[in-house]
T-cell receptor
Framework: DVKVTQSSRYLVKRTGEKVFLECVQD?????MFWYRQDPGLGLRLIYF???????EKGDIPEGYSVSREKKERFSLILESASTNQTSMYLC???????????????FGAGTRLSVL | GDSVTQMEGPVTLSEEAFLTINCTYT??????LFWYVQYPGEGLQLLLK?????DKGSNKGFEATYRKETTSFHLEKGSVQVSDSAVYFC?????????????FGDGTTLTVKP
């Protein structure tokens, strides 16, 4: 089974702190994604990466950055956390193999971040 | 751009009731369609999928048929159980989309009461 592991289930941080959310997948997937999930807004894509050191902005990249130094790890960085970044953050991965399988995303359990 | 519209929730049903969650989409290409489910405290997981018109995806008693003429992919189950209580997301992914990106609906929360 594909496993996507997010380093923390719950995090509490202070306004202005630099925050790192880590995600690791064990299935050698090329593509990785970061979403935030808010009530009434569904899933919104923050950033995605289709290869090591490659990244592309999603729909709401402001206030976030990402790092992909190794294929299995994709980090989301909040440079200076703000209260409006309090949310559930979901990481996902998918393969890039030219078939339908590349479109299926596998998700981690999520990190619930509170910024006070 | 691509978009997915789901019926608004929350939906509350009694056990053994019939479930329909509506989903319609707009896409520039010929997308694959998915339903994902999120159980409490967990991430999303794939429930079922369909890749071309008139395909029927099915899993765990749930079904959805890819209707190109109505651009719809409604989720149905004949008899829901308490354990089906979850949030359901409809999603699409265009074959031409870079890096396997998907577009998700806002999610529909289902609560099944005994």
């Amino acid at each position: 089974d594909v496993k996507v592991t997010q380093s923390s289930r719950y995090l509490v941080k202070r306004t202005g702190e630099k925050v790192f959310l880590e995600c690791v997948q064990d299935m050698d997937h090329e593509n990785m994604f970061w979403y935030r999930q808010d009530p009434g807004l569904g899933l919104r894509l923050i950033y995605f990466s289709y290869d090591v050191k490659m990244k592309e902005k999603g729909d709401i990249p402001e206030g976030y950055s990402v790092s992909r130094e190794k294929k299995e790890r994709f980090s989301l960085i909040l440079e200076s956390a703000s209260t409006n970044q309090t949310s559930m953050y979901l990481c996902a991965s998918s393969p890039r193999d030219g078939s339908l399988a590349k479109n299926i995303q596998y998700f981690g359990a999520g990190t619930r971040l509170s910024v006070l | 751009g691509d978009s997915v519209t789901q019926m608004e929730g929350p939906v509350t049903l009694s056990e053994e009731a019939f479930l329909t969650i509506n989903c319609t989409y707009t896409a520039t290409g010929y997308p694959s369609l998915f339903w994902y489910v999120q159980y409490p405290g967990e991430g999303l997981q794939l429930l079922l999928k369909a890749t071309k018109a008139d395909d029927k995806g099915s899993n765990k008693g749930f079904e959805a048929t890819y209707r190109k003429e109505t651009t719809s992919f409604h989720l149905e189950k004949g008899s829901v159980q308490v354990s089906d209580s979850a949030v359901y997301f409809c999603a699409l992914s265009d074959w031409g989309t870079n890096a396997g990106k998907s577009t998700f609906g806002d999610g529909t929360t289902l609560t099944v009461k005994p």
